[in-house]
Nanobody, 125 residues
Framework: QVQLVESGGGLVQAGGSLRLSCEAS????????MGWFRQAPGKEREIVAR????????HYADSVKDRFTVARDNAKNTMYLQMTSLKPEDTAVYYC??????????????????WGQGTQVTVSS
């Protein structure tokens, strides 16, 4: 069992930056594939980025590539999402999630077993 808590959301102007954190409690954080998702009002939850258990492999949605960076510190049981050059369309609730499955298959929300409560990111134009 893993409990996840996100932090770092807030209101920022377009072009600005934010860093989200996801702190995990429980055992075996280091074995999980981790992901960041977001959900805007009226839209489906979408994956933003995911990172392998070691941190050595990452993938990003096309919409955030070259602007967002995902990282993890297994010694601190924490994952991060550095967001730069933020746009109004990045406005959403951001969730972190943990998957017990293989990294290659962890592309959809259904592949993830544990979720945080979400943190709001609002980008003003």
């Amino acid at each position: 069992q893993v409990q996840l808590v996100e932090s770092g959301g807030g209101l920022v102007q377009a072009g600005g930056s934010l860093r989200l954190s996801c702190e995990a409690s429980g055992r075996f954080f280091a074995v999980y594939t981790m992901g960041w998702f977001r959900q805007a009002p009226g839209k489906e939850r979408e994956i933003v980025a995911r990172i392998s258990w070691s941190g050595g492999t990452t993938h990003y949605a096309d919409s955030v590539k070259d602007r967002f960076t995902v990282a993890r510190d297994n010694a601190k049981n924490t994952m991060y999402l550095q967001m730069t050059s933020l746009k109004p369309e990045d406005t959403a609730v951001y969730y972190c999630a943990a998957s017990r499955g293989y990294y290659a298959g962890a592309t959809q929300p259904s592949a993830y077993d544990y979720w945080g409560q979400g943190t709001q990111v609002t980008v003003s134009s």
